[in-house]
């Protein structure tokens, strides 16, 4: 749940990730570095009842193990080196979690005020989740995108868990007779068995893909939203790749959405397929990428146009089933709609019935190798227990945690929430987008406000700077619009440049920046490199 997806049907990679101001020292000067013992877990989420978990042992910092029975009930709790300092325990490692965690490592504390601070996540890595395409398209590697959380904090005070949250118990609620005169501002329990009392909570879950909206959805079809997903997709296009090689029968990929994710995603793919595939892109809108500024989604329409990308405008997908299901094929038959064509594939091949959104649409049955799914995401902050305390948190309807405009949970002071975990409205009223942008400048004032909030300080409130909007499309395209000058769009190469260089800017920490910085240079110079000795070779075989 801490993996925290930026759901990324509104895709992480479709904002202009700027520096923003941080204030402060740079992560490399750190004068304090500890190496504590950081522990891990399995992790297994079921949002309908609550936060629940399948915990798996411990991972120490050695690389040991440390087996916890499943029979063992009575909790553990966690010791703090000071109780005396305060106690900060950060849920999720997303952009919201790790870069609030970093940004109070950055900041000048006094020496009695400096907090000790535990992040907990499911997965050992951080995941850049707007580069997951170039993983497809091979300009970046794993560890460039997805470093470990361990190499990232090494050099910090920051504690780290690879856990699952059991059980949340808030005591920081106000009441009638205004906040809860507990010590703490709560406890955390974990599946491993730990039980984390705190002072000062953060929730940054994220989000993870819904796919269980429309049948055959959760059982067909790959979402693109996680390091895993990425993986998962990649090998199931090596795998088509393979198979299909030599054969002539094109690889079809069916792409469900058309917002930034899905966009970028079928560019990404019809680039790597070549003449060797065919995409189909499915909107229910009758555009794509409908709230992206006009330059952006011209370039796009260009780049999926050259690319012989099919879009399929003005249509929701009503159900997925797999060819060589006996009852799928009498369906179809006896529908009239693509008769025999179960007979003619085998059982990894899917059918799409696609249904009209407007007027004047015929109905569509297509065919596809690979189903993708961009479509609706679903926060992971979960509902707590039933209880006879007030302590539940206020949830919208789509499990967002309500907030005030310093970032805290109403109603619970001790507590904040960002990116997807959190509900927060603009200036005029509209409830921010679940992107990158937002969870970086999030961040900064959750770290900000964490620090207010210890020091006895007034708390800003958060304004959302919209800095501009980017896309990839390609190994050598993007497109992005910058909000400071209108109208303006960079596409092609100087936008593809524009953007690495964006988000190398905005990677975890320096040290890690550099390394990747080196990386993509070195790539880049291979490249013309070997660019240009095939283009002399032309030359000289010409002539």
């Known amino acids: 749940m801490a993996q925290i997806a930026f ?11 700027l520096p923003f101001n941080r204030g402060a020292k740079q992560w490399t000067n750190k004068l304090f570095p500890v190496f504590p013992k950081r522990y891990g877990t399995g992790f297994s989420l079921f949002p309908n009842k609550g936060v629940r978990f399948v915990g798996s042992g411990v991972t120490v910092a050695n690389g ?65 989740k707007p580069m997951l395409y170039e993983l497809l398209s091979g300009e970046v590697d794993a560890w460039e995108i997805a470093p470990r959380f361990l190499d990232l904090l090494a050099n910090t005070s920051v504690q780290f868990f690879q856990d699952r949250v059991k059980l949340l118990h808030p005591a920081d609620h106000l009441g009638m007779n205004g906040p809860s005169r507990s010590s703490c501002g709560g406890t955390v329990h974990l599946e491993s068995g730990l039980l984390i009392e705190y002072d000062w909570l953060v929730l940054a879950l994220g989000a993870e893909s819904k796919l269980d909206v429309v049948p ?45 994710a899905g966009v970028e995603l079928a560019a990404t793919v019809a680039e790597r397929l070549q003449d060797g ?30 690319r012989k990308v099919q879009l399929l405008l003005g249509y929701f997908v009503r159900s997925i089933q797999r060819v060589g299901d ?31 959104a407007e007027r004047g649409f ?20 979960p509902l707590l227990e039933p209880g006879d305390k007030p302590h539940e948190l206020p949830l919208n309807a789509r499990g967002q945690a309500e907030t005030d405009e310093t970032l805290r949970v109403k109603g619970h002071p001790r507590i904040f929430a960002l990116g997807d975990s959190s509900s927060l409205r603009d200036s005029n009223g509209r409830l921010l987008p679940a992107t990158a942008q937002v969870a970086f ?31 990839t499309l390609g190994s050598n395209d993007a497109a992005i619009s910058p909000s400071f000058i209108e109208g303006l769009t960079l596409e092609g190469p100087i936008g593809h440049t524009a953007r690495k260089i964006a988000y190398l800017i905005r990677l975890p920490t320096d040290e890690h920046r550099l390394k990747v910085g080196i990386s993509w240079l070195t790539k880049s110079a291979i490249n013309s490199v070997s660019s240009l000795q095939s283009t002399l070779s032309k030359v000289l075989s010409g002539s």
């Not at 189909?280 to 330059?295: F, K, L, R, S, W």
């Not at 006996?326 to 003619?344: C, F, R, W, Y």
Request: glycine share 8%; with cysteine.
């Open 216 to 260: 055959g959805a959760l059982e067909f079809a790959l979402p693109f939203s996680t390091l895993e997903d990425a993986h998962k997709v990649d090998n199931k296009l090596r795998t088509l790749e393979r198979t299909n090689f030599g054969k002539g029968s094109p690889i079809r990929v069916a792409v469900v959405g058309c917002g930034y």
């Open 7 to 17: 759901a990324l049907s509104t895709s992480a990679s479709a904002t202009l990730l």
């Open 326 to 356: 006996a009852e799928a094929s009498a369906k179809l038959t006896d529908s009239g709609a693509v008769p025999g064509i179960a007979a003619e594939h085998d059982h990894e091949k899917y059918i799409l019935e696609l249904q009209p």
């Open 362 to 381: 015929q109905r569509q049955i297509i065919e596809a190798d690979l189903v993708l799914w961009t479509v609706g995401s679903k926060p992971l902050l």
């Open 64 to 128: 040991g193990v440390v087996e916890i029975s499943e029979g063992e009930k009575a909790p553990r709790s966690y010791v703090w080196q000071d109780n005396k300092k305060p106690r900060v325990c950060i849920l999720g490692g997303g952009f919201g979690g790790l870069y609030t965690a970093l940004r109070l490592e950055s900041l000048v504390w006094p020496d009695d005020k400096k907090p000790q601070v535990l992040l907990v996540d499911q997965s050992e890595r951080f995941v850049f």
């Open 441 to 471: 400048q999030q961040a900064d004032f959750a770290g900000w406000n964490l620090w207010a909030a210890i020091n006895d300080r007034p708390l800003l409130p958060f304004r959302f700077q919209n800095l501009g909007e980017m896309m």
């Open 277 to 306: 595939g065919i995409v189909q892109a499915i909107n229910v809108d009758t555009t794509i990428c409908p709230t992206a500024p006009p330059g952006n989604r011209e370039a796009a329409l260009k780049v999926l146009s050259s």
